[in-house]
C-alpha cells in the first residue's frame, strides 16, 4: 500500500522500514511477517533498511500484534504526476486488483462472522496487495500518463476525483468494472451498491488518466492478467461527478 501511493505522483520507491509490536516475540511468527514484507520490496525494487520490533505484554494479549511501515521514493519535480495534467477527453483506465487490498476489513470482520467461512474464502481475503510499480515506473518514464489513482479506502470515485482539476469532471461506467468473485460474495450480504463502491475497490485496484493515443503502448506494458481496461473519461461542463450506469452483479 505504501509503495502504490507513491508511484500514484511517479515517484521511484527507495527504502521501506516496519514496526512489529507483540505482547511476547514468537520467532517463528515473526519470520514470517519478515518474510512478506521482503517479499513486497522485492516486488517494488526497493530495500528493506531497518525496523522495530517492541514488546509490550500489558498492552497486546496472545496472538495480537500492530504491524506498520513507511516508504520513501523519489521524483523530479518536472516529473510530478501532478493532476493538472489532466486534459478534457482523457480517458480513465482500470488496472485491476487481486482482491480487497487492505481495504474495508471493518466490514468484512462484521460479515465473515455470520457466515461459515472455507479454506479456500480466507485465502482470497488474506491476499497481499497487488504491487504496480514496476508497471507504472515504465509508464512515467515514457511520459505516458497524465495523473493516477491508487484506489484504496474511499473506493473508487473518491480516489479518481483526487487525481483531476476542479475544472474538469468525471464521467464513470459502473458496467464495465470487471468486479471480482470475492466483492459478488460481499454484495450478497446485504450491501448496497452504494458501500460496495465507496468501501471498497471492486476488482480495480489504481488507476490511470491518459490521452486516447496512449492505450495502445499502455497496454502493451501489462501483463495478460492485468490488462488495463477502459472505465470513464474527463470532460468539462455537466455534473462534477457523472456516474453511468450501475454495477453488474
Not at 487481486?98 to 488474506?126: A, D, P
Not at 454484495?187 to 458501500?195: A, G, L, V, W
Not at 489504481?206 to 473519461?233: A, R, T
Request: charged share 25%; glycine share 8%; aromatic share 6%.
Amino acid at each position: 500500500m505504501c509503495v502504490n501511493d507513491l508511484i500514484v505522483q511517479g515517484a521511484t520507491p527507495l527504502f521501506f522500514l516496519d514496526y512489529i509490536a507483540v505482547g511476547k516475540l514468537d520467532l517463528n511468527k515473526t519470520k514470517k511477517i519478515l518474510k512478506g514484507i521482503f517479499k513486497g520490496c522485492e516486488l517494488s525494487n526497493c530495500k528493506l533498511v531497518g525496523g522495530e520490533t517492541a514488546e509490550m505484554p500489558g498492552i497486546y494479549t496472545k496472538d495480537k500484534f500492530d504491524l506498520a511501515g513507511f516508504s520513501v521514493g523519489i521524483v523530479s519535480k518536472r516529473k510530478i504526476l501532478d493532476k493538472n495534467n489532466v486534459k478534457d477527453g482523457n480517458i480513465i483506465l482500470a488496472i485491476p486488483s487481486n482482491g480487497l487490498h487492505s481495504n474495508g476489513f471493518s466490514l468484512v470482520r462484521t460479515i465473515i462472522k455470520k457466515n461459515k467461512i472455507t479454506k479456500k474464502l480466507k485465502k482470497e481475503l488474506l491476499k497481499p496487495t497487488k504491487i504496480y510499480s514496476k508497471e507504472i515506473l515504465k509508464l512515467t518514464k515514457k511520459n505516458l500518463i497524465n495523473s493516477a489513482a491508487h484506489i484504496t479506502g474511499g473506493g473508487i470515485v473518491e480516489n479518481i476525483m483526487r487525481s483531476i482539476p476542479n475544472n474538469l469532471n468525471l464521467n464513470l461506467d459502473l458496467s464495465k468494472i470487471k468486479i471480482l468473485e470475492i466483492f459478488k460474495w460481499l454484495k450478497k450480504n446485504n450491501i448496497s451498491d452504494k458501500e460496495m463502491i465507496n468501501t471498497f475497490n471492486c476488482g480495480v485496484g489504481f488507476c490511470v488518466i491518459v490521452s486516447k493515443k496512449n492505450i495502445p503502448e499502455i497496454k502493451k506494458v501489462f501483463d495478460k492478467n492485468c490488462k488495463p481496461y477502459e472505465i470513464g473519461f474527463i470532460s468539462k461542463g455537466g455534473k462534477r461527478i457523472n456516474l453511468i450506469n450501475s454495477l453488474e452483479w
